[in-house]
C-alpha cells in the first residue's frame, strides 16, 4: 500500500495529466438466513423414475454481503464531446463476499466505456450483469430482497454495446448483447461445432421520465433459436420478451409495477410481474414487493421437443409440472443513520416457478447430472425463504 501512495505521489509530482478519477466503494455486513427450496415426490415407472421429496435446507449466520470498490473516469474532449470509463471490483473484505466461489480473491463487477456526443447522442460498450428485471421502477426503490435467481430468471453476465439518443424527455435506446455462454474480446457470438455458444439478445427500449411519472416499453430478440427440442447443449431457448415499465413518485409513496412475457422457443411461456411501493418517513424508509410468475404451455408443446428419444413423452409428464402460477412477499425497512451508512432489515417468502424449475434441471444436468433423476425439480411447490440484517456503509 506504501509503495502504491508513493508512486502516486510521484506521478502527481510529475505533472502527469490525467483524468478526472473518482473511487468509491460499498461495504455491508450483518446477518442473513435462508430456507431453501427442495425437491419434489415424482414417479416415472417408465424412466426408472421413483423420488422422493425433500425440503429445503436452512442455512445462516454473520458475513459480508457486498464489499466493492468502484473506479470512474471522465474526460471532456471539447466540442461536446466525453469519455467515461467505469471499473468495479467486488470481494473486497478478507473472506470475499457471502456467494463468493472463490473466498479472499477479488471479482470483476460492472466495467464500461462510454463515448457522449451532444448532438448525436451516447455510445457504450461494455462487460456487465443484467440489470434485475423488476428492480428500479417496478420496485419503485424499496429496501427488499431481489426475486431474480428466485421467481424470476437468474442474471447472466455479457458484453454488449448499445447507442443512446435522448429527444427531449424521451431516450431511445438499442443494445446488441453477445451470449452470457462467453466473455471477452472475441467470444460470445460463434463457435466451432459443437461448442455452446448461447444465445445473443437485441434490445429496443423506449423510457419516458418526466417530473414523477417513469415509464419504460421494452422488446427483446433471441437468435440461435431451437424450435426443435430443448435435448440441445443450448437447452431451453428463447424467442422474445415484451416488457411494459410503469413508476409514479406520489411524493408521500412511490408505485411501480412491471410485467414481463417471455416465450420459448418450442412454445411455452412466462408472465412474470411485479408491484412495489416505498414510503419514506425522514431516515425511514418502508417498502413492499408482489411478484407473480406464470408458466404456461409446456404441455401444449410437442413431445418431441423434450429428451429421451423414445421416452419424450415420459419426460414431458414431468416438466409439465412446470406450468402453474408462483407468487413472491419481500419487505423491508432501511434508516438512514446518515448520508452514507444505513440499517437494513427484510425478508421474503416465495415458491419456485416454473422459470426456476426449467433453469434449475438445466443447470443440475450442464453439470453432470443425470436428466432424468433431476426431473424431481419439477412440481415443487413449497415455499422458501430469505431474512437480512445488514448495516452499510458507502464511500
Aim: glycine share 14%; aromatic share 8%.
Amino acid at each position: 500500500m506504501k509503495k502504491t501512495l508513493i508512486a502516486l505521489a510521484v506521478l502527481a509530482a510529475s505533472g502527469a495529466s490525467f483524468a478526472q478519477v473518482t473511487i468509491t466503494g460499498t461495504l455491508a455486513m450483518g446477518y442473513g438466513q435462508t430456507t431453501s427450496v427442495g425437491t419434489n415426490a415424482i414417479s416415472i415407472p417408465g424412466l426408472g423414475l421413483a423420488a422422493v421429496a425433500t425440503s429445503g435446507a436452512d442455512a445462516s449466520g454473520f458475513g459480508a454481503d457486498t464489499s466493492e470498490i468502484g473506479f470512474a473516469a471522465t474526460e471532456d474532449l471539447g466540442g461536446g464531446q466525453k469519455i467515461e470509463a467505469t471499473l468495479a471490483l467486488a470481494g473486497a473484505d478478507r473472506s470475499g463476499e457471502s456467494n463468493s466461489t472463490t473466498p479472499g480473491a477479488l471479482t470483476g463487477r460492472d466495467a464500461t466505456l462510454t463515448y457522449t456526443n451532444n448532438s448525436f447522442g451516447r455510445v457504450q460498450m461494455g462487460a456487465t450483469r443484467d440489470s434485475a428485471i423488476h428492480s428500479g421502477i417496478p420496485s419503485a426503490d424499496a429496501p427488499v430482497i431481489n426475486m431474480d435467481g428466485k421467481l424470476f430468471q437468474l442474471r447472466s453476465d455479457s458484453d454488449f454495446i448499445s447507442y443512446a439518443a435522448p429527444v427531449g424527455p424521451v431516450v431511445f435506446l438499442y443494445k446488441l448483447s453477445e451470449a452470457s455462454k462467453g466473455l471477452g474480446l472475441g467470444k460470445g457470438t460463434s463457435g466451432a461445432s459443437g461448442v455452446t455458444v448461447g444465445q445473443r439478445t437485441s434490445d429496443f427500449v423506449v423510457v419516458y421520465s418526466k417530473g414523477p411519472l417513469d415509464l419504460v416499453g421494452a422488446y427483446r430478440a433471441y437468435d440461435n433459436r431451437n424450435s426443435t427440442t430443448i435435448a440441445t447443449l443450448e437447452g431451453l431457448t428463447k424467442d422474445n420478451v415484451f416488457a411494459v415499465q410503469v413508476g409514479y413518485n406520489f411524493g408521500v409513496a412511490k408505485v411501480g409495477f412491471g410485467v414481463n412475457n417471455t416465450t420459448a422457443s418450442v412454445g411455452p411461456k412466462v408472465t412474470d410481474m411485479l408491484l412495489g411501493v416505498s414510503v419514506p418517513m425522514g431516515a425511514l424508509t418502508l417498502g413492499m414487493t408482489l411478484g407473480r410468475a406464470t408458466t404456461s404451455g409446456v404441455s401444449d408443446a410437442a413431445a418431441t421437443a423434450f429428451p429421451g428419444g423414445a421416452a419424450a413423452p415420459l419426460f414431458k409428464t414431468a416438466m409439465q409440472l412446470a406450468d402453474g402460477t408462483a407468487n413472491s412477499l419481500s419487505v423491508g425497512a432501511k434508516y438512514d443513520l446518515s448520508k452514507r451508512t444505513n440499517l437494513t432489515v427484510k425478508y421474503a417468502t416465495w415458491t419456485r416457478s416454473g422459470y426456476e424449475q426449467f433453469e434449475a434441471w438445466g443447470a443440475a444436468v450442464a453439470a453432470g447430472g443425470s436428466a432424468v433423476a433431476n426431473l424431481n425439480q419439477f412440481g415443487y411447490s413449497a415455499n422458501a425463504n430469505e431474512t437480512s440484517i445488514l448495516l452499510s456503509h458507502s464511500f
